[in-house]
């Protein structure tokens, strides 16, 4: 079990991996994440799954290669083991049929957008996707998120693919054309909140997954589940190395930082926020 079936190499720092996985493992569901763990004493890496398939009893995931955790899992091979996989942990997304729903994703949190994206269109949702980042190569899943959406929009801040422009400006447009019943943001903790202030105006509910790059005391990238309480002012976050109460996103964006993963190339950390307006 937990044995490497398939390799490939998306980019230069890419690679996906095709896994054989357990049934415990392949119930997880989206928003939800994994733990690999390469040997017994190695770094413990969470990893969202892009993709379950049972038939072949796999699970599919993307590795950005950025420290050494990553450049080890991305040096196996097919027919290679795992030492373990642990999870799924984390609060899964709510994707019941909400009619018309906007799914945002900024740099590498595009990649826990993709399972989000299957199980809404799955449920009956009418699914409009925004994919943002600094340039085209930061454009993940592009030709797997158009498959997933009704209508897809692709945004670069240099102009190189797609249309050159905000997230904001994207989410201004879309309100004013759509009726949207329900946005998730999948990014850093800045996009996170001009979503939210967008949203909070038009009374539209609001869930998100937090994707920063925070690191422990050990240097190795944590994990915590993010809650936004229902008046939109109080974040809490419950997290593996602390416990910590924050009364604002100012604060939470000057603890997690204002940039996607993307930009600070740390692809290994999956921060759930469940958002509610």
Do not use: W
Not at 22 to 37: L, N, T
Request: hydrophobic share 40%.
């Amino acid at each position: 079990m937990n044995k490497i079936v398939a390799k490939r190499n998306v980019s230069e720092n890419l690679v996906k991996f095709e896994i054989k996985a357990s049934g415990a493992i392949r119930a997880i569901k989206p928003g939800q994440y994994v733990i690999f763990r390469i040997d017994e004493n190695g770094p413990r890496i969470p990893l969202s799954v892009i993709k379950v398939n049972n038939e072949r009893e796999t699970i599919t995931v993307l590795v950005h290669v950025t420290n050494i955790g990553s450049q080890q899992l991305a040096k196996m091979n097919d027919g290679n083991s795992l030492f373990g996989i642990d999870g799924p942990f984390g609060i899964p997304v709510k994707t019941e049929n909400f009619e018309t729903v906007l799914c945002i994703g900024l740099g590498l949190g595009i990649v826990s957008m993709l399972p989000v994206l299957n199980s809404l269109r799955a449920s009956g949702n009418k699914v409009i996707a925004v994919l943002s980042a600094n340039s085209k190569e930061g454009i993940l899943l592009e030709t797997e998120i158009r498959a997933a959406s009704d209508e897809a929009l692709i945004l670069t801040e240099d102009g190189s693919l797609g249309e050159k422009g905000s997230i904001c400006h994207a989410l201004r447009k879309i309100q004013t054309d759509s009726a949207i019943n329900q946005v998730f943001a999948f990014g850093s903790a800045k996009m996170i909140k001009e979503s939210y202030s967008l949203t909070r105006r038009h009374n539209i509910p609001m869930q998100a997954v937090l994707y920063s790059g925070i690191a422990d005391e050990s240097g190795l990238n944590s994990i915590f589940r993010v809650i936004v309480c229902t008046d939109g002012k109080t974040l809490c976050v419950d997290g593996v190395n602390f416990n910590a109460y924050y009364n604002s996103f100012e604060e939470m964006i000057e603890r997690f930082g204002s940039k996607s993963g993307e930009e600070n190339q740390i692809a290994e950390v999956f921060q759930e926020a469940n958002i509610t307006c």
